[in-house]
């Protein structure tokens, strides 16, 4: 396997995707801008880790919290964020340093 290699823009896009809970939603939507604005993962590992890692905390975390407590939809959604974040973050550091070679 060789390694992709990231530059400072993939560093600060992880970095805040993984801490953007400290400031919801607006560091999750920083850190979805910077990987968006990378050109180091593709366009499906950016729909991924960005867009499908929100919808799996959404549903794994957010929709089973808010059927027992019957609670008002945004803070779930702001949280669902948040984790998903730090998810994506994962996947995105983990497709970064993962690319199958050709020989």
Known sequence: MARRRGGRLETAALAVL???WLLPPFGWLL??????ASRVWSVREKLVGLIGMVLFALVAWGIP??????????PIVWESLAF?????AAYLWRRLRLEPTDF
């Open 84 to 88: 998903g974040g730090v998810f994506g």
């Open 65 to 74: 919290i808010a059927f027992q407590t019957h609670s008002d939809a945004v």
């Open 31 to 36: 850190g979805a801008g910077l990987a968006t």
């Open 18 to 20: 993984a801490l953007g």
